[in-house]
């Protein structure tokens, strides 16, 4: 059984929460439920749980505070929250599970069904998280990617290519390292910047200050100073022309 605790200064939530895991989340185990900041903090250090469930939002302040307060974040935060679109992003950026409210049955599942007990190095996914709604930009200059039991920080201008195969892609890194992530191509198509990043193929996301050349015609081969070799389609080269020359 996987412990479990729920930090929700609202009855109804709480209830709603324990009920939800009872029925569809039979491997965990809810061994305490805080309704604040306080209680939260004392809570997580007398139960050490595996998983803490959080809302963002809490009595005496937010889900920062308590994670601030607590020295060993070896558990996995699943945050709940009524966030903006531009907030869950931020999320995205920072590899971290979030479920809307309200609870979505299928999201609930999802988030605790991606918790690997050998994964520990949450800590710098929530201070990327923290950063990241403190002080909005339109995109951090850092993002956290899943990949080999751990998750990476790494630059977003350090990435040249992102190619797809099957379920994950390879992120190619311009000091010649390269990381596999569990997320689909799709995932970093959708957090990357567009003014920087663009699909020039079905399997393909490239980092266009990187570009070196690009075939004349119609399709072709786009070469970066690496001499990696990135195809784009016949239908993307109109765009990607565009937006090449308005890159700074």
Known sequence: ??????????????????????????????VGVADSVKFGIELIETTSPEIVFMDYQIEGGNGFDILDAISNQAFKVIFITGYSEYAIKAFKYAALDYILKPIDIL?????????????????????????????????PSQIVIPSDKEYKIICIEEILFI??????????????????SSEPLRHYENILP????????KSYLLNLKAVRS???????VITLYTEDKIPI????????????????
């Open 214 to 220: 690009v075939d004349q015609g119609r399709g072709g």
């Open 107 to 139: 999201e609930l599942v999802t988030a605790v069904k991606k918790y690997d007990p050998e994964i520990r190095n949450y800590a710098s996914n929530y201070k990327l998280l923290k950063n990241q709604l403190e002080k909005p930009i339109s995109y």
């Open 194 to 201: 567009n003014s920087l990043f663009f699909k020039s193929h």
């Open 163 to 180: 190619k797809a195969i099957h379920s994950y892609v390879e992120i190619y890194l311009s000091d010649d390292v390269k990381y596999i």
């Open 1 to 30: 059984m996987i412990r479990a605790v729920i930090i929700e200064d609202e009855l109804n939530g709480q209830e709603l929460l324990q009920n939800l895991l009872q029925q569809y989340c039979k491997n965990i185990q809810v």
């Open 233 to 248: 389609a016949t239908r993307r080269k109109t765009l990607f022309l565009k937006l090449l020359n308005n890159i700074q």
